[in-house]
Nanobody, 126 residues
Framework: QVQLVESGGGLVQAGGSLRLSCVLS????????MGWFRQAPGKDREFVAA????????KYGDSVKGRFTISRDNAKNTVYLQMNSLKPEDTAVYYC???????????????????WGQGTQVTVSS
């Protein structure tokens, strides 16, 4: 059974940094895309970042470009999201997701991902 577990969320002041991690278990292949999404109360789930299995294609949402960095360690089945210069509007539950289809371009919509983690809360105070 595939499981995605996020960690690293918490409370941080504006301008601070956090690093989220997501470990995928139950699937040994490294040939999958991984994405991060976030959802604030009362809002739709928003694309944050995604990375192809070999790191050859990376995409970011417009609101996080230049501040967030996605990376992965296939040996550990782990994807990371380094978040710098955090703003109060970054406050949300952050979810990681896995897409197992071969793609040249990583997907940026929720419907294209198969498995999801339970989410980790990120709160940025002003």
């Amino acid at each position: 059974q595939v499981q995605l577990v996020e960690s690293g969320g918490g409370l941080v002041q504006a301008g601070g940094s956090l690093r989220l991690s997501c470990v995928l278990s139950g699937r040994s292949s490294g040939s999958y895309g991984m994405g991060w999404f976030r959802q604030a109360p009362g809002k739709d789930r928003e694309f944050v970042a995604a990375i192809r299995w070999n790191g050859g294609n990376i995409k970011y949402g417009d609101s996080v470009k230049g501040r967030f960095t996605i990376s992965r360690d296939n040996a550990k089945n782990t994807v990371y999201l380094q978040m710098n210069s955090l703003k109060p509007e970054d406050t949300a539950v952050y979810y990681c997701a896995a897409d197992y289809r071969f793609r040249v371009i990583v997907p940026v919509t929720t419907k294209e991902y198969t498995d999801w983690g339970q989410g980790t809360q990120v709160t940025v105070s002003s």
